[in-house]
């Protein structure tokens, strides 16, 4: 009895368990059901949302690249500096024409830290050099060229030193006169501090916005039997014969020294001396500088001649001197100038390409600028 009274209690018992349950399943096949019907909603949506971005990121490219008119003319891509350079050459009289031609030539790249973080530099140190995309800054059409480009022409020959004054197409040539004025050059990464970078071999002019920065990479950029024009590679046409000092000038580098020093890029005099003695043993004249001394004035205390182009590049002075009258002086009764990290250096240069340095005085045509500016002593602690 006991037996048959106890299986009537575990039979309704069982029902409702197995009731239960299977409510249980009902519900939470409903609710994957849910959960599945609602997940493939969502990546229905992100698809959607991801072909919509796609569409208009089409749509602005092919509006971006779509010519205005038939004069081709193209909607430009204004771009932001993300760095500028800190450079020994304070003109661009004397910078040099080519990257690597002074070894000594140094300057500091200085990153915007508000756009580049230090992080962005991690790694470029383990590089001996680097590509520096920059702006042709101080080219005297770049108003013009930015605010109205088609009323903007460029000349599509350059005279070219080489050339000894010849003609070329601009895109043959380095010319800093270009369609989009951009440089591209190449320098020795010396060390890395912070949101700074000290280069050296540098043919960069003090101020010289920077828009990118890349590693140089001699598997790929070094082309082995790269074929050049034969007026290119006569590198001794620039060369001058000897430089040699004054015997009153390195009393006077040492006089200026005292306030250079605070802000300079080299550690002493010495190192300094040997940066002008390099930077002159090409000879940094214009052509026609070369040629006949041209648009100078006397000096009438000591009845010398000052070369007034000394702030041109090669290419302004070319077209200066086409425009002057033939001025018939020896070339070494000229004084030139070099600025150098805010030293004015003078010197002379005799037919034979021979250099004579007579004196440096802290120049007075460069504003000072001294904030912000790194100095070796960063690098020496580091």
């Known amino acids: 009895m006991a037996f048959i009274y106890k299986s009537k209690w ?24 849910d959960m599945e019907t609602s997940l493939k909603s969502s990546l229905e949506k992100c698809a959607a949302e991801r072909q919509g971005r796609i569409r208009a990121q089409q749509a602005l490219r092919k509006a971006l690249v779509q010519p205005k008119s038939d004069t081709m003319e193209t909607t430009s891509y204004p771009m932001t500096p993300i760095a500028i350079i800190q450079s020994c050459f304070s003109t661009r009289n004397g910078t040099p024409r080519q990257p690597l031609l002074v070894p000594h030539a140094r300057a500091c790249l200085i990153f915007d830290s508000a ?9 470029l140190g383990e590089y001996s050099h680097c590509w520096i995309i920059y702006v042709f800054h ?24 080489r050339l000894k004054g010849g003609k070329m197409g601009v895109f043959a040539t380095r010319s ?23 280069l050296s071999g540098v043919d960069l002019v003090d101020g010289t916005p920077v828009l ?48 250079a020093e605070k802000t300079s890029l080299y550690a002493s005099q010495n190192e300094f001396q040997s940066l002008i003695k390099q930077v002159l043993s090409w000879d940094i004249r214009s052509l026609s500088q070369r ?48 600025i150098l990290e805010r030293l004015d250096v003078s010197y002379r240069i005799d037919c034979h390409g021979n250099v004579l340095v007579e004196k440096v005085t802290l120049s007075s045509n460069i504003p000072e600028n001294n904030r912000n500016r790194s100095n070796y002593k960063i690098w020496r602690d580091n």
């Not at 756009?115 to 790694?123: D, I, K, M, N, T």
């Not at 060229?145 to 599509?156: E, G, I, N, T, Y």
């Not at 369609?179 to 050059?185: A, E, F």
């Not at 009438?300 to 425009?323: G, H, M, N």
């Open 10 to 33: 575990l039979t309704p018992t069982l029902a409702a368990i197995s009731a239960t349950a299977a409510i249980s399943i009902y519900l939470l096949r409903s609710k994957l059901r």
């Open 115 to 123: 756009r580049v973080p230090p992080a962005s530099l991690e790694g």
């Open 138 to 161: 101080l080219n005297t059409d770049l108003e013009k060229l930015w605010k109205d480009p088609s009323k903007s022409k460029f000349k599509a020959k350059v005279r070219v030193p």
């Open 176 to 198: 800093p006169h270009r369609p989009n004025p951009i440089g591209l050059t190449v320098a020795k990464v010396e060390a890395i501090h912070g949101n700074m970078v000290l």
């Open 212 to 259: 990118d920065v890349k590693p140089y990479l001699p598997y790929c950029d070094c082309i082995q039997g790269a074929a050049l024009p034969k007026w290119v590679e006569d590198d001794n046409l620039l060369a001058a014969a000897s430089v040699n000092f004054s015997d009153d000038f390195p009393s006077a580098l040492a006089e200026c020294w005292v306030i």
């Open 291 to 338: 040629n006949r001394p041209h648009n100078s004035l006397y000096n009438t205390r000591s009845s010398t001649v000052v070369d007034k182009t000394s702030d041109l590049d090669y290419w302004q002075a070319e077209e200066v001197a086409c425009e002057s009258d033939p001025v018939a002086l020896p070339s070494g009764d000229i004084i030139y100038h070099l």
